[in-house]
């Protein structure tokens, strides 16, 4: 028996710039490894930590098909849910996924501004499937599939575009759209 903490420890976030936020990411080969329960428990205590709704494990420096996110419950943060009217009002716990693959279920876009802790105090508005299946593992190995729809959608397409190297500034439609979260939250009203 192990004496392990069950609790992870805040782990660094790497800045857009930085060369290991555009690789493309390698496959979980084993989700039951020590090294990989390790970090997805690391991943949860710095979302918690950093009050975030997700993070990819390249953005903690390390280079693998790795998420994990949650939508807290929305009374949170009402500002923010202004701006994310298709939010999921009864919240998602977190939620882990390995070597996540996503279909779009149709061809309907929805935009939305997001953010990104690798892109600190800045928003930008992004268009995102609407509608979108999932397949992936969770952290017990098991593979599991969903649909998801609007901003729980547009969660998991931003935290998979990490694992290819993909920010949402790279996705930006119209770059005018892009600016700090202040402003963007005084001018949008
Ligand atoms: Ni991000």
Request: hydrophobic content about 35%; charged content about 25%; some cysteine.
């Amino acid at each position: 028996m192990s004496y392990k903490s069950m609790f992870g420890k805040v782990l660094n976030v790497a800045l857009m710039g930085n060369p290991v936020l555009g690789k493309k990411c390698r496959p979980v080969l084993d989700p039951l490894t020590t090294e990989v329960q390790e970090l997805i428990s690391d991943m949860k205590e710095t979302i918690r930590h950093r009050g975030c709704l997700g993070i990819a494990a390249p953005q903690v420096f390390c280079p693998i098909r790795l998420v994990v996110y949650h939508i807290p419950i929305k009374v949170d943060d009402p500002e923010t849910y202004d701006l994310t009217p298709e939010y999921d009002p009864e919240g998602v716990p977190p939620q882990v996924l390995i070597n996540p693959e996503i279909t779009p279920l149709s061809d309907k876009m929805s935009e939305g501004w997001e953010g990104c802790q690798s892109v600190p105090g800045l928003l930008g508005l992004v268009e995102r499937y609407h509608s979108i299946h999932l397949k992936a593992m969770d952290e017990k190995g098991r593979i599991y599939e969903k649909e998801t729809h609007g901003f729980h959608a547009r969660i998991i397409q931003h935290e998979c575009d990490h694992l290819d190297g993909i920010l949402f500034p790279h996705k930006l439609k119209d770059p005018r759209m892009f600016g700090y979260y202040e402003e963007v939250l005084k001018y949008l009203k």
